[in-house]
C-alpha cells in the first residue's frame, strides 16, 4: 500500500510568520510531488510542483524534497489569513502516474 | 479557475440507483483522472482516460466505470449506490500521462446517498 502522510494538524500560525508544512511518502518510484490548496467547500487548487531534490521557491511559496529520505515539505513565508485552508501533499505512483493524496494539514492564520 | 467544469454541483440520490457525472477537460488537456474526496480525507484516484481508454484504475469496485469521449470530456458512472459513496466527486484533466504531467481539479460533484 503506497502511502502519503501528513501531518493533520490544525496547524496555527501568527499573521506574518512561516507556516512549515510536512510530507512523508513510502513509494520510492515517486517522481513528482505537488501540493494543493483547498479551502472549505472548494475543490483542491494546485500551488506547487516539485520533481528535484532541493528547494523550489514560488513567491511566498517554497517546496522542499529530499527523495533520500521521501520527505517533502512546503514552507509558507509571511502568512496571511487568506492562507487559511487545508493543504494536501500528492506524490505520483502507479502504471497510470496517479496521485496519491495525504489527508491533509489544516493550517489557520491568526489575524 | 482551471477551465475543468464538472456537472452537475450537487446530486441526492437514493440508495441502489445508478448517476453519472461529467466533465470537461481543460483546453488542450486529453487526459481525465477522476478521484472521490470523503469529508476529512484526501481525494481517492478511482481512475484515469486517456485517448478514450481507461489507463489505470484505483481500488474501487466495477461498479464505477467511465468513459472519455473524442473531444476529451469524461463521465463517470456509478452504479447500485451505496451509501458509503456519499462523497464530492473529483475530475482532474491534464496533458498526457507522464508523473510529470500536473493535475488540475474541476469544481466537484457533491453527491448524497440517502
Known amino acids: 500500500q503506497k502511502e502519503v502522510e501528513q501531518n493533520s494538524g490544525p496547524l496555527s500560525v501568527p499573521e506574518g510568520a512561516i507556516a512549515s508544512l510536512n510530507c512523508t511518502y513510502s513509494d520510492r518510484g515517486s517522481q513528482s510531488f505537488f501540493w494543493y490548496r483547498q479551502y472549505s467547500g472548494k475543490s483542491p487548487e494546485l500551488i506547487m510542483s516539485?520533481?528535484?531534490?532541493g528547494d523550489k521557491e514560488d513567491g511566498r511559496f517554497t517546496a522542499q524534497l529530499n527523495k533520500a529520505s521521501q520527505y517533502v515539505s512546503l514552507l509558507i513565508r509571511d502568512s496571511q489569513p487568506s492562507d487559511s485552508a487545508t493543504y494536501l501533499c500528492a506524490v505520483d505512483s502507479g502504471s497510470a502516474r496517479q496521485l496519491t493524496f495525504g489527508s491533509g494539514t489544516q493550517l489557520t492564520v491568526l489575524p | 479557475e482551471t477551465g475543468v467544469t464538472q456537472s452537475p454541483t450537487h446530486l441526492i440520490k437514493t440508495r441502489g440507483q445508478q448517476v453519472t457525472l461529467r466533465c470537461s477537460s481543460q483546453s488542450g488537456h486529453n487526459t481525465v483522472s477522476w478521484y472521490q474526496q470523503a469529508l476529512g480525507q484526501g481525494p481517492q484516484f478511482i481512475f484515469q482516460?486517456?485517448?478514450?481508454?481507461?489507463?489505470g484504475r484505483g481500488n474501487f469496485p466495477p461498479r464505477f466505470s467511465g468513459l472519455q469521449f473524442p473531444n476529451y470530456s469524461s463521465e463517470l458512472n456509478v452504479n447500485a449506490l451505496e451509501l458509503d459513496d456519499s462523497a464530492l466527486y473529483l475530475c482532474?484533466?491534464?496533458?498526457?500521462?507522464?508523473?510529470?504531467?500536473?493535475?488540475?481539479f474541476g469544481p466537484g460533484t457533491r453527491l448524497t446517498v440517502t
Open positions: 482532474a484533466s491534464s496533458l498526457g500521462t507522464s508523473g510529470y504531467s500536473e493535475q488540475y
Open positions: 482516460y486517456y485517448r478514450e481508454e481507461e489507463n
Open positions: 516539485i520533481y528535484s531534490n
